[in-house]
């Protein structure tokens, strides 16, 4: 089975996405799915310093990248698209992941012109909140090319139920699955780390501290978590712990945190300890005694899971639609985001390490369980065959009575 992987783009600063793409596909070689990727080279303002339309390995995976223009949201790459055209049809199936972006629009519209089945993974931007974000600029993609996109693809790949549920509620969508990510747990419980992230991080010392690790965007509401924090942390008792934001992304954004975090006296309670990846990554989020995403939206929430995966117990929005799961699994709080009740959900998880350490190690079990990409691997591949048995008979057909007609 070849399956071509196609994305706007895979640069660390674009968060879950970027780091998602490059272990789903490695699970799927190891199932025996050969697997090309293609991209562009966007890196925020600047580029990926990478050779373009030059197959290299990228984290495992045989990766194609191409020039990205017209800045970094709707990335039009045609020279992509050229190469789409050209090759699609060397594939059996293309798996897209995002919807409103040129390389996404393109894969799909290769697709249909050569005959080639295709599965859309919408990242969330189907998502009522997502949709009204930029509002016109989405309705004129929608009709100009998004909802036939979603329309003629042979599914759409949702990473949960509720992120199905919210699509096809309010845009009338069909032909959902929904297959989980995956988790990488032999990375996040490799202990040869450990404390690695509080000695570059000395003002830590041996603090408890709440960790939000994430791409720093505005969709991520970190200020109300800021000013939840602190005024939690002057309580008597509660003055010895620590937030810590690690990740990268919106520059004015985390400026506007820094200044916000400084302006309520908290300077040296709030820690923002930039992008994170590999063993500090994992020794920070095993360090952390709690986690935070008080997002507005978020389509299935990957370093929510992370946490849990390292036996750390959550607290997240009832926006992250993986939440369900986490209060089912009883392994964290979910809470709204109206202020108070957010700082009392926080409040209560701070205070009570031993419901903590329960609700982490239910999490644990939750995420070893249901979350490994062996299992989304083989979900993913039973779909492409369904798709390729239903759709394959039906191309024959036609292309046999093309060559009847005269």
């Known amino acids: 089975m070849k399956v071509l992987h196609v994305i706007p783009a895979v640069a660390p600063r674009y968060g879950g996405p970027s780091q998602a793409i490059f272990e789903m596909c490695r699970a799927l070689q190891k199932d025996g799915v050969d697997v090309l990727l293609a991209t562009t080279d966007a890196d925020g303002r600047a580029r990926l310093p990478v050779p373009l339309a030059t197959e290299l390995d990228r984290r495992g995976v045989r990766t194609l990248f191409f020039s990205g223009r017209w800045g970094e949201r709707f990335n039009y790459s045609p020279a992509l698209a050229r190469w789409l055209n050209a090759n699609v049809e060397t594939f059996d199936l293309v798996h897209v992941h995002a919807v409103f972006s040129h390389p996404c629009l393109a894969a799909a519209r290769a697709c249909r012109k050569h005959g080639v089945p295709y599965v859309v993974r919408p990242l969330g931007s189907l998502d009522p909140w997502s949709m009204r974000q930029k509002p016109l600029r989405k309705r004129l993609m929608w009709r100009i090319a998004g909802a036939r996109m979603l329309k003629k693809a042979a599914s759409i790949h949702y990473t949960t139920s509720d992120e199905k549920t919210l699509a096809e509620r309010s845009l009338g ?15 996040l419980q490799d202990q040869t780390a450990t404390g690695v992230f509080r000695r570059d991080h000395p003002p830590l010392g041996d603090a408890p501290y709440v960790l939000a690790l994430s791409r720093i965007h505005p969709k991520k509401n970190f200020e109300l978590l800021v000013k939840a924090f602190l005024s939690i942390a002057t309580q008597h008792g509660m003055e010895r ?39 500090r990554k994992a020794a920070a989020l095993r360090d952390a005694s709690l986690f935070a995403l008080p997002s507005r939206q978020e389509n299935f929430g990957i370093a929510a899971a992370e946490a849990l995966a390292c036996g750390v117990a959550v607290v997240v929005s009832e926006h992250v639609n993986l939440a369900p799961e986490i209060r089912r699994a009883e392994a964290g709080w979910v809470t709204s985001l109206e202020r108070e009740d957010f700082t009392r959900t926080l409040a209560e998880a701070m205070m009570d390490e031993g419901e903590r350490r329960r609700r982490g190690a239910s999490g644990k079990e939750f995420v070893e369980r249901r979350l490994s990409w062996e299992s989304s691997a083989g979900e993913l591949k039973r779909l492409y065959a369904a798709i390729l048995r239903e759709t394959k008979p039906a191309l024959a057909s036609l292309e046999e009575k093309a060559k009847c007609t005269p």
């Open 173 to 187: 969508l069909a032909r959902g699955v929904v297959i989980p990510l995956g988790i990488q747990l032999d990375a």
């Open 241 to 279: 712990w620590r937030l810590v934001i690690a990740g990268d992304g919106d520059a004015d954004y985390t400026d506007s945190l820094q200044a916000l975090a400084e302006r309520l006296g908290g300077r040296d309670q709030v820690i923002f300890a930039g992008w994170l990846e590999g063993a």
